[in-house]
């Protein structure tokens, strides 16, 4: 991969991640429930991470780059983004957090897909398990609120 396109891949994630960060932080003010304020601000701090994360990969290059692979529940493909306003419920914060993840990591996944580099494929790969990552997390909690009487 040319060091050029490497550097406009990552800043293109760099963008998303501050781009999710400030989402987070409009959910936060805009939900009232306690456990959604605390988990919408962790996920802003985590975006915050993810885009540390990706400047300190401009320097060190693709070969650095490894995320673990999460479960994909497909709980996101049902769902349709209820608008952000201010009487967003708690759930429908969720869901607009879940679509989010989703899209980025489709985005990440058909940009592996068109890669024909390997560094580049792996790379689109990583960023797309990040994005999982936060989905899957979401999904637990939806499906948690969706759906309590299975606890």
Do not use: C
């Not at 997390?137 to 939806?142: G, T």
Request: charged fraction near 30%.
């Amino acid at each position: 991969m040319k060091p050029e396109d490497f550097k406009k891949i990552i800043s293109l994630a760099i963008d998303r991640e501050i781009e999710s960060y400030t989402f987070y932080r409009t959910l936060t003010d805009k939900v009232k429930d306690a456990a959604l304020k605390k988990m919408f601000t962790e996920l802003a701090g985590e975006e915050t991470k993810h885009r540390e994360y990706l400047q300190g990969l401009l320097t060190k290059g693709p070969q650095a780059f490894h995320v673990q692979e999460k479960a994909d529940y497909k709980i996101a493909d049902m769902l349709k983004s209820p608008p952000l306003t201010a009487s967003l419920k708690p759930i429908d914060g969720i869901v607009l957090a879940i679509r989010k993840e989703l899209d980025a990591m489709q985005m990440y996944t058909q940009l592996g897909k068109a890669a024909v580099d390997a560094d580049e494929k792996k790379m689109f790969s990583e960023l797309a398990k990040m994005e999982n990552g936060h989905k899957a997390r979401l999904e637990d909690l939806y499906t948690n609120m969706a759906f309590p009487e299975v606890w």
